[in-house]
C-alpha cells in the first residue's frame, strides 16, 4: 500500500510540477534610463515546460525573428544560465566574481560574473558578462545573441530578485520583463 501511495506521489508531482513559464520581451529605445523614446511591448514569448524552450514572435516581432526557434531537451538546472535568470529569477550571492561552472543552451559552457551598478529607484542594477569558456563556433541562435550582446543589465530588488533583464543586440534594446508569481 505504502508503495502504490509512493507511485501516485511521484505522479502527481511530475504532473503538477512542471508548470509551463513564460516571459514577455519588448523592444525599446532609451536616451536615459528614465528617459524611453519609444516601446514595442509583448513582441517576443519566452516559454519554458519543462526541458524544453520556445520562443516566438508576434505583430512585429515577426520581422526580427523571422521563424519560431525551439530547443528541446535543455539542461535547465541551477548550472544553466537560463534556469538562473528565467526560472530561479535571482542573482547568485557570488556578484562581482566570474562564476565558471554556468552552461548556455545546448551545454556551452561558459562563465559569468554578475557586476553591481548602481540602485535606481529601489532597483539594484547589474551588468552580466559572459565569456564562452571554449571557441568552438556557435550556430544556436540563442547562444549567438546572448554571447554577442554588446550589454546585458540585470535589474533586481533589495532581495536580488530578477524584476528584469535588458540585452543590446545589433543597436536594438530587448527587454525581458520578469513575471514573478507569489
Not at 516566438?56 to 525573428?65: R, Y
Not at 530561479?88 to 559552457?109: A, C, N, R
Amino acid at each position: 500500500m505504502i508503495k502504490h501511495l509512493q507511485i501516485f506521489a511521484l505522479f502527481l508531482t511530475s504532473l503538477f510540477g512542471a508548470e509551463t513559464i513564460n516571459h514577455r520581451v519588448s523592444l525599446e529605445y532609451s536616451v536615459t534610463e528614465r528617459f524611453k523614446l519609444f516601446s514595442l511591448k509583448d513582441i517576443i514569448t519566452i516559454t519554458i515546460d519543462d526541458q524544453d524552450i520556445e520562443i516566438t514572435a508576434t505583430g512585429f516581432g515577426t520581422s526580427i525573428l523571422d521563424e519560431d526557434l525551439e530547443y528541446k531537451n535543455q539542461n535547465i538546472s541551477q548550472d544553466s544560465l537560463i534556469g538562473l535568470l528565467l526560472i530561479k529569477k535571482i542573482v547568485p550571492s557570488s556578484e562581482d566574481q566570474w562564476i565558471d561552472s554556468i552552461f548556455l543552451t545546448d551545454d556551452l559552457p561558459v562563465k559569468v560574473r554578475f557586476l553591481f551598478s548602481e540602485e535606481v529607484d529601489d532597483q539594484r542594477l547589474y551588468r552580466l558578462d559572459i565569456k564562452q569558456l571554449n571557441k568552438e563556433n556557435v550556430d544556436n541562435r540563442l547562444n549567438v545573441v546572448v554571447l554577442d550582446s554588446d550589454i546585458i543589465k540585470v535589474w533586481t530588488d533589495k532581495d536580488k530578485n530578477i524584476s528584469k533583464i535588458s540585452l543590446m543586440y545589433k543597436n536594438a534594446s530587448y527587454v525581458i520583463y520578469i513575471e514573478n508569481e507569489e
